[in-house]
T-cell receptor, first 109, second 118 residues
């Protein structure tokens, strides 16, 4: 079956760094997506990895290891506005997105 | 990127009634996707709406309950029929587009329709 696993909730301190992990098992693989979703709003695209390695985009970086079926989203210099749910999604061989349940990130001052 | 709008943004409906949600995209797209997200849960794909053919429904979703129209390449509607409180959810319209940052295809979402069924 197809499965995406990510922690349900994480807490971090303003100004710190946090890493949100995601493991995936999908039928085929056409990339790994990370989305941010603030409460009551639609998900917004953060990053896409299809090759192994780290992609950096400002304060956010995303890492992929295809052999391990593993990705992480790294958030640096955390700000209060980063409090949100972070959704991991893997695109399978049919180009369908398989979604994780999301990780709720709580930032404390 | 794609700009997507949805109407209504929210609604409170009585059990047994139906609600039609509209989705408008600012560019022509082949496929439009309808998702549901129940409180505290992940996104669940309801169906893929293709212009000129019937929508493709995912397991657990049927056309009688969620009829979809796709009259052209920029517009689609999803109807939630004979509603019950279990249908209370956020309904999201989504399309694929090119992200200029990564030069890869990604999925964009409309603002969502928050539905509460009493």
């Amino acid at each position: 079956g197809q499965n995406i696993d990510q922690p349900t909730e994480m807490t971090a301190t303003e100004g710190a760094i946090v890493q949100i992990n995601c493991t995936y098992q999908t039928s085929g693989f056409n990339g790994l997506f990370w989305y941010q979703q603030h409460a009551g709003e639609a998900p917004t695209f953060l990053s896409y990895n299809v090759l192994d390695g780290l992609e950096e985009k400002g304060r956010f970086s995303s890492f992929l290891s295809r052999s391990k079926g593993y990705s992480y989203l790294l958030l640096k210099e955390l700000q209060m506005k980063d409090s949100a749910s972070y959704l991991c999604a893997s695109m399978d061989s049919n180009y369908q997105l398989i979604w994780g349940a999301g990780t709720k990130l709580i930032i404390k001052p | 990127s794609a700009v997507i709008s949805q109407k209504p943004s929210r609604d409170i409906c009585q059990r047994g009634t139906s609600l039609t949600i509209q989705c408008q995209v600012d560019s022509q797209v082949t496929m439009m996707f309808w998702y549901r997200q129940q409180p505290g849960q992940s996104l669940t794909l309801i169906a893929t709406a293709n212009q000129g053919s019937e929508a493709t429904y995912e397991s657990g979703f049927v056309i009688d309950k969620f009829p979809i129209s796709r009259p052209n390449l920029t517009f689609s509607t999803l109807t939630v029929s004979n509603m019950s409180p279990e249908d209370s959810s956020i309904y999201l319209c989504s399309v694929r587009g090119l992200d200029r940052g990564t030069m890869g295809e990604t999925q964009y979402f409309g603002p969502g329709t928050r539905l509460l069924v009493l």
